[in-house]
């Protein structure tokens, strides 16, 4: 059993607790929030038994192998440092770091610190639906596009709108907030996982009163195609993800939280993907992350481990070049990394 440690106390961390429990590979032991009360609130029902508002206390004295951190965008960088600083098996909630300097840095630092291990948890893409996707693509002859909708009303965006200060950390530039952070960084992990790093892409942002994207329009171009996605925080969209073939066409019912894939063949027959599917849709990367945790050295859990952060790499360098083509800038891309 992994003994789990969390950094981040919110509606997220609930979810994954609750795939981790289907999991059968973790127990929660350790808490860190802003306060020890807040770490206990939260913590005490899940069965953890240390709680802690110091990180440094909580990396050094805390009982845990694995460290799931779920805090806003901004601190991702320097909790992760203190992680593999002190040899811990990472998830870090998406999206991983806000800029590649960011990440080159934690590269680095993980070379320097061979226990560490540290994986994104962008979890559509570990899904057993998602795979199913990606095989059936593999077989269709012709691509021309893909149409990707990830647009969710967030109620955090009631205060934006009432111009209640402060404004929720999503939705401030400080804490490296906004659609394309939030919900964005899903189109670009499926468009980059099915396709690969595109040749180039383009950000079309609405702003919001607090300074950030509240929705926009992607544009990621590959050789012979482009990928569109759709973004947004402020509206609901129940719009399919679609990628067109010739004749056929591959619809995921969400590109992030899916729960159906259909191939519509050149008749226009529908045929349903079969794949085990968890209706909460973070067991599937959990149990991942558990088989690479579990097993932190052999070669086969190495080479996936290899291809996620590789990914995960290549995600965040689109992420960084779509927001700088719409002149997105975050304190953290100013400030000098020590």
């Known amino acids: 059993m992994l003994k789990l440690g969390i950094i981040g106390t919110n509606i997220i961390t609930d979810q994954m607790l609750d795939a981790a429990k289907t999991s059968g590979h973790y127990e929660l032991t350790a808490v860190y929030s802003r306060t020890e009360e807040r770490a206990k609130e939260f913590g005490e029902p899940y069965g953890a038994t240390q709680f802690f508002d110091n990180l440094e206390r909580f990396f050094d004295e805390g009982d845990f192998d694995v460290v799931y951190i779920a805090s806003p965008n901004s601190t991702h960088y320097l909790q992760v440092r203190l992680a593999i600083e002190n040899d811990k098996f990472i998830i870090l909630e998406k999206p991983a770091l806000v800029n590649p300097e960011e990440f080159s840095q934690i590269e680095s630092l993980l070379q320097a610190h061979p226990k560490a291990r540290l994986v994104e948890a962008a979890r559509h893409i570990h899904t057993g639906l998602f795979h199913e996707g990606q095989k059936q693509l593999a077989k269709m002859d012709h691509v021309q596009g893909a149409n990707f909708t990830v647009r969710k009303y967030s109620s955090r965006y009631d205060k934006v709108l009432a111009g209640e200060k402060p404004y929720p950390n999503i939705f401030t530039p400080e804490f490296a907030g906004g659609a394309l952070q939030d919900l964005g960084v899903y189109g670009v992990y499926a468009s980059v996982t099915l396709f690969g790093a595109p040749n180039s892409v383009v950000y079309f942002p609405t702003m919001v009163a607090s300074g950030v994207d509240g929705l926009g329009t992607a544009l990621l171009t590959y050789d012979n195609f482009t990928v569109t996605?759709?973004?947004?925080?402020?509206?609901?969209?129940?719009?399919?993800?679609?990628?067109?073939?010739?004749?056929?066409?591959?619809?995921?019912?969400?590109?992030?939280?899916?729960?159906?894939?259909?191939?519509?063949?050149?008749?226009?027959?529908?045929?349903?993907?079969p794949a085990k599917y968890y209706e909460n849709s973070m067991v599937d990367e959990l149990n991942d992350f558990a088989a690479l945790f579990e097993n932190p050295d052999d070669e086969a859990q190495l080479a996936r481990y290899k291809e996620w952060f590789d990914l995960a790499r290549t995600v965040n360098g689109v992420m960084f070049n779509l927001r700088e083509s719409a002149d997105l800038m975050f304190p953290a891309d100013s400030n000098r990394i020590q």
Do not use: M
């Open 229 to 273: 996605l759709n973004i947004g925080k402020t509206a609901n969209s129940h719009l399919v993800s679609e990628v067109y073939g010739l004749r056929d066409t591959l619809v995921f019912d969400s590109i992030f939280d899916t729960k159906q894939v259909t191939y519509f063949d050149e008749k226009q027959t529908a045929h349903d993907l």
